[in-house]
C-alpha cells in the first residue's frame, strides 16, 4: 500500500509561479510511474506530468511543456512539480498518482492517488 500526500496548491496571479509536492510513504515505490493530473470544474481529469520513480525522462501534456517542471527526490520520496508562467486556465484541484503502468497519461496506469490541492491563477 501507498499514501500519497499532494501539497502546495494555493492562489496565484497569473504569470507566477507554485510548487506542488506529492509525498510518498507506505510501501517503496522505486519502481513505480509518478505522474500529476489536475481536474477543472466541469472538466474531466487529465494528464500533466509524469515521471519514472528509477529515472529516465520525464513526460508532459502539451499544454505545460515548457512551462511545468515534474521533479523527484528520492532520498525525500517526494514528487514536485514545479509551475512557472502560470495562466488562468491552468487553474484545477492538481492530483498526484503512483502507479505500475506504463503509459504515463492514462490514468488506468496509477493505483495510487493523493487528496488533491487546488491550484487557482488570477488574471
Known amino acids: 500500500q501507498v499514501q500519497l500526500v499532494d501539497s502546495g496548491g494555493g492562489l496565484v496571479q497569473a504569470g507566477g509561479s507554485l510548487r506542488l509536492s506529492c509525498a510518498a510513504s507506505?510501501?517503496?515505490?522505486?519502481?513505480?510511474?509518478v505522474g500529476w493530473f489536475r481536474q477543472a470544474p466541469g472538466k474531466e481529469r487529465e494528464f500533466v506530468a509524469g515521471?519514472?520513480?528509477?529515472?529516465?525522462?520525464?513526460y508532459y501534456a502539451d499544454s505545460v511543456k515548457g512551462r511545468f517542471t515534474i521533479s523527484r527526490d528520492n532520498a525525500k520520496n517526494t514528487v514536485y512539480l514545479q509551475m512557472d508562467s502560470l495562466k488562468p486556465e491552468d487553474t484545477a484541484v492538481y492530483y498526484c498518482?503512483?502507479?505500475?503502468?506504463?503509459?504515463?497519461?492514462?490514468?488506468?496506469?496509477?493505483?495510487?492517488w493523493g487528496q488533491g490541492t487546488q491550484v487557482t491563477v488570477s488574471s
Open positions: 507506505g510501501r517503496a515505490i522505486s519502481t513505480y510511474t
Open positions: 498518482a503512483a502507479g505500475s503502468g506504463y503509459y504515463y497519461e492514462r490514468q488506468s496506469a496509477y493505483a495510487y
Open positions: 515521471i519514472r520513480w528509477s529515472g529516465g525522462m520525464p
